[in-house]
């Protein structure tokens, strides 16, 4: 029997879709993660926007015209968000994102749960990409205005370092890194007694490097700082989300500094790691953003040079407090989104072309016959001349030139 496990999804979905993927090959189904033909599919949805929603139920009807008599089991977000909206002809089971690893069992009905107090195991994950991907939580406290996750995710649920130790043990027999995901891993560790900066600590034990996924600015401080550099194998990366650089704008999103904060943050992480790229996320469009408000964005994203900006138009979602806000005009959204890319585009050509003549550690993880493309300790896209290279595997390379999306080594 096919099972295919399909991730509509953020990194944390993924790390769930390679547990269940794990735990069914050892029921003695044949699994897969691509939208081939199949005899079961398991969709894991999402929520965060409504595009995201959008395509999450159209993956309904795309995986019935591949496989008509496939049963269809919906999980995640998106269906703890609103169950009703798949209750179609041919899904056989509807849950949340509660006792996800239920649907292994791949019995009919609707089945959601009440949000967990603590965090839920599933089985150990199997890593099925050049990169392994490590839960350590689930769950948010932070009640941005414009977000819906933490009313589907529920609050801060911290994995113990025993059992995020053991999976990173698996994952480093197979992969040269591990990044280590969560709905807020900056949260990690509060509910347990312990916390990110103690995680690291833990994990410097690995003969891997160990990437930090999406971080908050409130966790950045000296001690935590200090860990890093003691640990010694943690990347040179640091995503902090931003999502806007107008005090007023962040102010009404309820997101809890000031630009100059976060600017401080920025300073601090660069006294000890003077070259580390310094990635974002930034929301265009924001219900209360003026121009004026976007034109301080832009402004301060200059100021702090990111080496990558992920920019977001706004999505405005029902049952967040941003929503009675309204919205911005889609033509006015588009051109801000455009504006900013370009922005993007150009600090992170800046950034990288630094680094030509440079020698990095890179991780192969695709090819395509010609060239292998990977990632650097400092999240650059390297490409190098396709050899017997081993994908997972770190290689030193020496940067030669640029490419319009990315460095090429050899």
Avoid at 50 to 59: G, L, N, P
Avoid at 67 to 72: I, T
Avoid at 89 to 110: C, F, N, P, W
Avoid at 295 to 312: M, Y
Wanted: charged share 25%; with cysteine; proline share 3%.
């Amino acid at each position: 029997m096919k099972t295919a496990v399909i991730n509509i999804g953020c990194k944390v979905n993924q790390c769930e879709c390679d547990s269940l993927m794990t735990g069914l090959l050892a029921r003695g189904h044949e699994v897969t993660d691509e939208l081939v033909f199949a005899d079961n599919y398991v969709i894991n949805t999402c929520a965060v926007t409504k595009e995201a929603e959008r395509k999450s139920r159209q993956f309904v009807g795309k995986v019935k015209k591949i496989n008509p008599r496939a049963r269809v089991f919906v999980i995640g977000c998106a269906s703890e968000k609103n169950f009703e909206q798949f209750s179609l002809k041919g899904v056989q089971y509807i849950s949340g994102t509660a006792k996800k690893d239920a649907v292994l069992e791949m019995v009919d009905g609707v089945h959601i749960e009440p949000l967990p107090t603590q965090y839920e195991s599933m089985p150990l994950g199997t890593n099925f990409r050049a990169r392994a991907y490590v839960k350590i939580e689930d769950g948010c406290n932070n009640f941005c205005s414009y977000c819906i996750i933490p009313y589907l995710r529920g609050r801060c649920r911290s994995r113990s370092v025993e059992s995020i130790l053991e999976e990173c043990k698996k994952a480093s027999e197979n992969t040269d890194e591990i990044v280590l995901t969560g709905i807020n891993i900056s949260c990690y560790g509060a509910d347990i007694g312990t916390s990110l900066s103690e995680l690291i600590l833990a994990l410097a034990e690995l003969p891997v490097r160990i990437r930090l996924g999406s971080l908050e600015a409130n966790v950045i401080d000296q001690s935590f700082l200090d860990a890093v550099i003691k640990a010694g194998n943690v990347c040179p990366h640091f995503h902090l989300s931003l999502q806007s650089g107008s005090d007023a704008v962040l102010k009404s999103m309820n997101r809890h500094y000031t630009t100059k904060e976060f600017a401080d943050k920025v300073a601090l992480i660069r006294t000890y790691f003077p070259t580390a790229a310094i990635t974002t996320d930034i929301i265009v469009g924001f219900a209360t953003e003026s121009e004026e408000n976007f034109n301080e964005t832009l402004a301060f994203a200059k100021e702090i040079a990111f080496s990558d900006i992920h920019v977001f138009p706004y999505s405005r979602r029902s049952g967040t407090a941003a929503y009675s806000l309204g919205a911005i005009p889609d033509a006015v959204m588009s051109d801000r989104v455009k504006r900013l890319s370009a922005l993007r585009d150009e600090l992170k050509k800046e950034y990288e072309s630094a680094f030509v003549g440079s020698v990095l550690q890179v991780i192969p993880e695709t090819s395509d016959g010609i060239y292998f493309e990977g990632h650097s300790e400092n999240y650059i896209k390297v490409y190098i001349p396709d050899r017997d290279y081993t994908a997972g595997k770190i290689i030193e390379v020496t940067i030669e030139g640029e490419r319009p999306d990315g460095l090429v080594a050899k």
